[in-house]
């Protein structure tokens, strides 16, 4: 996703009960609105933009689009649950894509479906609790010779059965261990 601004979870919470994060998240947001006026018309276009700068439509952005727009909260959460393209999750660092289209359900994608999900603690559309790996399902990625295929942030992997998605996940750990290592 090009553009996409990035910021690390904070714990901190101001006087007004809202936390640093919420906080970013309404001021990228009034950031993002602006250009747009305050027709209806540019609904999409402006959650489409949000979520560029976010990786994810949180509801502190919905409720300040809401009012921007002058239109209920619960139509703008109608719209982004409705496409596809938006999440109400955020985004993790890795983006994991299991490929359901036919080859890959042929060849099994349901059952390393399941496996990331097990691996991960996390359903489809879900992002791990420390952000590191988010689930999703693509219809198909074009690489049906290879099935079933994960993508791995934007890399396809071949031929992914229960036991590789457990090879995957330790190149990530052992990945973030030697990035320890080296910050000592």
């Not at 209806?40 to 949180?58: A, E, F």
């Not at 198909?140 to 993508?151: F, I, Q, R, Y």
């Not at 996940?169 to 990945?175: C, I, S, T």
Request: one cysteine or more; hydrophobic letters at 35%; glycine letters at 8%.
């Amino acid at each position: 996703m090009t553009g996409k601004i990035v910021k690390k979870a904070t714990s901190s919470v101001s006087y007004d009960g809202t936390t640093d994060e919420q906080a970013w998240h309404r001021q990228e947001t009034l950031r993002a609105l602006k250009g747009f006026s305050r027709k209806r018309r540019n609904l999409i276009p402006i959650l489409q933009k949000v979520q560029g700068r976010l990786g994810y439509l949180p509801l502190e952005a919905m409720k300040e689009i809401a009012g921007f727009l002058g239109i209920p909260e619960i139509d703008v959460y109608g719209v982004v649950t409705f496409y596809n393209q938006f999440r109400l999750n955020p985004p993790g660092k890795h983006a994991i894509r299991v490929c359901l289209g036919t080859a890959c359900h042929m060849k099994g994608g349901y059952i390393t479906l399941d496996a990331w999900k097990r691996r991960l603690e996390i359903n489809e559309g879900e992002t791990t609790t420390d952000r590191e790996f988010d689930l999703d399902t693509v219809a198909c990625v074009g690489c049906c010779t290879m099935a079933p295929v994960t993508v791995v942030d934007d890399i396809p992997e071949a031929k992914v059965e229960p036991t590789k998605v457990d090879g995957i996940l330790l190149k990530f750990k052992l990945e973030r261990e030697s990035e320890e290592q080296k910050d000592q």
